[in-house]
């Protein structure tokens, strides 16, 4: 496996070794004892969600707050998405930045986003089935997000935003700056 982190301090990019034959392939999706002496990292998840969405569906940007905030391993199982997430830790120097990355069913990339991280992701092929491991259960009270065309975060989805199928409650979110405050 290798681990690279990126310029977010603590979100890590995750590429397996992938064994492929005439059967198809295999790979290790986790392992807690690699997972922590690659990254540092001690975690552990106590709950996976899945989603199936269509091209152009755009689910974020979301995270938990206060003692509910999860930390995540996301992958894509099969499709394809542009993976987001934004550094909402007041005390890190890339407080405000994003990252994204390009997952799908081919490479089996996935991303490991820390605590005081929004996240979303851009579906980017029809049936694309989206999973992620959360270190801490989710609570309704708790769940929260920002609008994932703030222009403060300029993130560029590379996507007409006239064809992006987002849910009214995402089209709702407040700005960044507007929750930053309050954080």
């Not at 290798?2 to 790979?27: A, H, M, N, S, W």
């Not at 999860?70 to 930045?97: H, M, N, Y």
């Not at 309704?140 to 065309?149: A, H, P, Q, R, T």
Request: proline letters at 2%.
């Amino acid at each position: 496996m290798i681990v690279e982190e990126t310029y977010l301090k603590g979100c890590f990019v995750l590429t397996p070794d992938v064994f492929k034959d005439e059967r198809g392939f295999f790979f290790e999706s986790f392992n807690k004892n690699t997972f922590k002496s690659e990254t540092g990292i001690t975690v552990d998840f106590v709950q996976d969600n899945q989603s199936k969405s269509s091209r152009g569906v755009l689910r974020g940007m979301h995270f938990q707050t206060g003692e509910h905030a999860q930390a995540k391993l996301i992958q894509v199982v099969k499709g394809k998405v542009l993976d987001v997430c934004v550094d909402f830790r007041k005390e890190s120097p890339t407080f405000g930045k994003h990252f994204s990355v390009v997952l799908d069913d081919i490479e089996h990339k996935q991303v490991y986003i820390p605590r005081g991280f929004a996240h979303g992701f851009l579906v980017l092929e029809d049936d694309t089935i989206f999973s992620y491991k959360c270190d801490n259960f989710y609570n309704k009270e708790s769940e929260s997000g920002i609008l994932f065309d703030d222009k403060d975060l300029n993130i560029e989805w590379g996507f007409s935003f006239d064809k992006l199928i987002v849910s009214e409650k995402d089209r709702r979110l407040p700005l960044f700056k507007d929750f930053a405050n309050d954080y």
